[in-house]
């Protein structure tokens, strides 16, 4: 059950990945009793004027941001996926923007280049890929639309049967995103004047290599504010620890559910939370208000 006075500060809409507009996501989050809920859609703040005009419609508390991916370079082994998420930061900041530019760019690129070799072995092609973007060029286009198109041919049911299929990262069709470092993306939310955490950060399912607690405290030292502490990914070890790196390190210690839409994964909208407290706290440290 949601916790009433809490946030869902880790959501997603069809601006990138999810499944419902932002229009949703606000009726959605005052429905399940949540005090406010942030919009992190992929390396995009397209969705932002929808959820604003359906938060002040429905006089619900919004915050604004995304979520970057980034990639840690690890010597003679494999690089760590991190995935940082932006709050409140200046839209019009140059370095963010051009980081956007650039990794919706490689995103799109990444796309075609795989449906090009599904479409080898699977009834799909770009034009069937496309079709399942919903907001056409404000899109951050991914993998999870190339899952929605397998899935309109009839060879999956879900998104989360295609990503253990043909889309598994472990399988013949993966193909890496190139992502900036973690240092860069930090730089630029800060250089925007935002507030940055590292997401679901003791996820095994995505990384067989975690973020040290020397990595993570480089990276508070760049201007790391807080870490996903409350996610379904970290399990029960990871979060304590993670919870334990926050105080350690004076780090904000965030939760989220990560969702996606019904239809996009299982995540449920407020399965995990972030404190009224710490949220007032990213209000104070960010560069735009909250909507209210």
């Given at each position: 059950?949601?916790?009433?006075n809490?946030w869902?500060?880790?959501?997603?809409?069809?601006?990138?990945d999810?499944?419902?507009?932002?229009?949703?996501?606000?009726?959605?989050?005052?429905?399940?009793?949540?005090?406010?809920?942030?919009l992190?859609d992929h390396?995009?703040?397209s969705?932002?004027?929808?959820?604003?005009?359906?938060a002040?419609?429905e006089q619900?508390?919004l915050?604004r941001g995304s979520e970057?991916?980034?990639?840690?370079?690890?010597d003679?082994?494999?690089p760590?996926?991190?995935?940082?998420l932006?709050?409140l930061?200046?839209?019009q900041g140059?370095k963010?923007?051009?980081l956007?530019?650039?990794?919706r760019?490689?995103?799109?690129?990444?796309?075609?280049?795989?449906?090009?070799?599904?479409?080898?072995?699977?009834?799909?092609?770009?034009?069937s890929v496309?079709?399942?973007?919903?907001?056409?060029?404000s899109?951050?286009?991914?993998r999870?639309?190339i899952?929605?198109?397998?899935?309109?041919?009839?060879?999956?049911?879900?998104r989360?049967?295609a990503f253990?299929?043909?889309?598994s990262?472990?399988?013949p069709?993966?193909?890496p995103?190139h992502?900036?470092?973690v240092?860069?993306v930090?730089e630029?939310?800060?250089d925007?004047?935002?507030?940055?955490?590292?997401?679901?950060?003791g996820s095994l399912?995505r990384?067989?290599q975690?973020?040290?607690d020397t990595?993570?405290?480089?990276?508070?030292?760049c201007?790391?504010?807080g870490?996903?502490v409350?996610?379904?990914?970290n399990?029960?070890e990871q979060?304590?620890?993670l919870l334990?790196?926050?105080?350690?390190?004076h780090l904000?210690a965030?939760?989220?559910s990560d969702?996606?839409?019904p239809?996009?994964k299982?995540?449920?909208?407020?399965e995990?939370?972030?404190s009224?407290?710490?949220v007032?706290?990213i209000?104070?440290?960010g560069?735009?208000?909250?909507?209210?």
């Open positions: 059950m949601t916790k009433i809490t869902d500060m880790h959501c997603h809409t069809i601006f990138s999810g499944t419902h507009t932002p229009t949703q996501l606000i009726h959605e989050a005052k429905e399940q009793g949540l005090a406010g809920v942030a992190t390396d995009t703040w969705g932002w004027e929808e959820a604003e005009v359906a002040h419609a619900f508390l915050i970057i991916t980034a990639k840690q370079r690890n003679d082994k494999k760590t996926s991190v995935h940082l932006a709050w930061y200046n839209p140059k963010l923007n051009d956007f530019q650039r990794t760019q490689n995103r799109l690129n990444r796309a075609i280049t795989i449906v090009n070799k599904l479409s080898h072995y699977y009834p799909i092609d770009w034009e496309t079709n399942e973007i919903k907001e056409g060029d899109t951050t286009v991914g999870p639309h899952a929605d198109a397998l899935i309109k041919a009839g060879i999956y049911h879900t989360t049967e253990k299929g043909a889309l990262k472990d399988g069709f993966y193909i995103v992502s900036p470092t240092e860069e930090i630029a939310i800060k925007a004047q935002g507030v940055v955490a590292i997401a679901h950060g399912e990384n067989t975690l973020l040290t990595d993570i405290q480089r990276y508070a030292e201007g790391l504010d870490l996903e409350w996610h379904r990914e399990s029960i979060q304590e620890r334990q790196l926050t105080k350690h390190l904000l965030t939760g989220g969702w996606h839409g239809s996009g299982l995540n449920q909208l407020g995990n939370t972030t009224e407290d710490v007032q706290e209000i104070e440290r560069y735009l208000p909250v909507i209210q």
